[in-house]
């Protein structure tokens, strides 16, 4: 049975190839976006052009209360699935009121008319920099009160809303952690496009904490499909994580960019930046056990389609 969904940052990396997925699938999309320029809203405008004649667009902020509310007038949904929010943890420190309006005024915007306009879901997109400095594998029962960034402390605050929001009102929510998205149509401030973008051009990347980190690298189609999986299955109020449940260390997932570009990285070694943390890596029996989702794409595979896709979006040839 088809729906009709809200996707707050559809024009986003994540949320964009969300929207494709929806319509795969003969739900009707409302797309709402504002097209920040924390990076290039170019990027955004291709995403949607992919889908715009096929969906309802809004260039809203999610934190204009008014202007976001009169898109809940005209429409009745079936379920939101909000995505918009200020990304990035450094950024976070340098910018905390980006994050406070986009985060938590934004989400308790998404949570009050999904409330007052009777939406019977929302999906929400967390993260796995909640965790902080938790002892890997992390698990969704574990403690999250002490979040090392900005950033972390507003998703944080967005799920504490959110329980409140079904606690309070009976709004079913459901907070999606995800952990180190990558992929095609992926964000410019995000390791592997910056990490591609300067071998191809044969400047130096950055290695932070010299180079002993380690990721839980989750696909992005894997992640679509993870949300699209408790987008149907409404669940009262829960936090998920959606990982692949291993680690990939950053100079291996290194290593493979340079064999699949045939190049060699000049490296600079650099200190651990203020909020990052050395280690994500995510339990995923509860996503296996609640969603029956489980991720499937390796690392290589990623790496190798986001190269096709950026060599492709660029124009560069191999």
């Known amino acids: 049975m088809s729906m009709r969904v809200m996707v707050t940052g559809g024009?986003?990396?994540?949320?964009?190839?969300?929207?494709?997925?929806?319509?795969?699938?003969?739900?009707?999309?409302?797309?709402?976006?504002?097209l920040d320029p924390y990076y290039d809203p170019a990027l955004k405008r291709a995403r949607l052009a992919r889908f715009e004649d096929r969906v309802v667009f809004y260039e809203t902020d999610i934190a204009d209360a008014k202007a976001f509310e009169a898109i809940f007038q005209k429409h009745p949904f079936d379920a939101v699935c909000h995505l918009a929010g200020q990304a990035g943890v450094l950024y976070s420190l340098k910018n905390p009121f980006i994050y406070g309006e986009s985060n938590v005024m934004g989400t308790l915007n998404v949570l009050e008319f999904s409330k007052r306009y009777k939406?019977?879901?929302?999906?929400?997109?967390?993260?796995s920099s909640?965790?902080?400095?938790?002892k890997p594998p992390f698990s969704e029962s574990d403690r999250v009160d002490t979040p090392v960034s900005i950033y972390a402390a507003t998703k944080r605050a967005g799920e504490l809303l959110a329980y409140t929001y079904h606690h309070s009102?009976?709004?079913?929510?459901?907070?999606?952690?995800?952990?180190?998205?990558?992929?095609?149509?992926?964000?410019?401030?995000?390791?592997?496009?910056k990490f591609v973008k300067n071998i191809l051009a044969g400047k130096p990347i950055d290695v932070y904490n010299n180079g002993d980190m380690r990721r839980d690298f989750t696909y992005v189609s894997d992640i679509v499909s993870g949300f699209m999986a408790a987008l149907k299955k409404p669940m009262g109020?829960?936090?998920?994580?959606?990982?692949?449940?291993?680690?990939?260390r950053l100079m291996d997932f290194v290593a493979t960019i340079e064999r699949e570009l045939g190049m060699k990285a000049k490296i600079n070694f650099m200190p651990m930046?203020?909020?990052?943390?050395?280690?994500?890596?995510?339990?995923?029996?509860?996503?296996?056990?609640l969603l029956g989702w489980e991720a499937h794409i390796s690392v290589d595979e990623?790496?190798?389609?986001?190269?096709?896709?950026?060599r492709e979006y660029y124009k560069i040839s191999s």
């Open 11 to 34: 024009a986003g990396f994540i949320g964009s190839q969300l929207i494709l997925a929806l319509l795969a699938e003969g739900n009707d999309v409302v797309c709402v976006d504002n």
């Open 237 to 248: 109020f829960e936090i998920i994580n959606l990982g692949h449940g291993e680690t990939v």
């Open 273 to 289: 930046q203020m909020g990052d943390v050395p280690v994500t890596h995510a339990n995923p029996h509860k996503a296996k056990e």
């Open 302 to 310: 990623g790496i190798k389609n986001f190269i096709q896709w950026y």
């Open 130 to 134: 909640i965790y902080g400095e938790n």
């Open 169 to 193: 009102f009976g709004l079913q929510t459901t907070a999606l952690r995800f952990f180190t998205v990558y992929g095609p149509w992926g964000r410019p401030d995000m390791a592997l496009f």
């Open 119 to 127: 939406v019977p879901h929302v999906v929400y997109a967390s993260t």
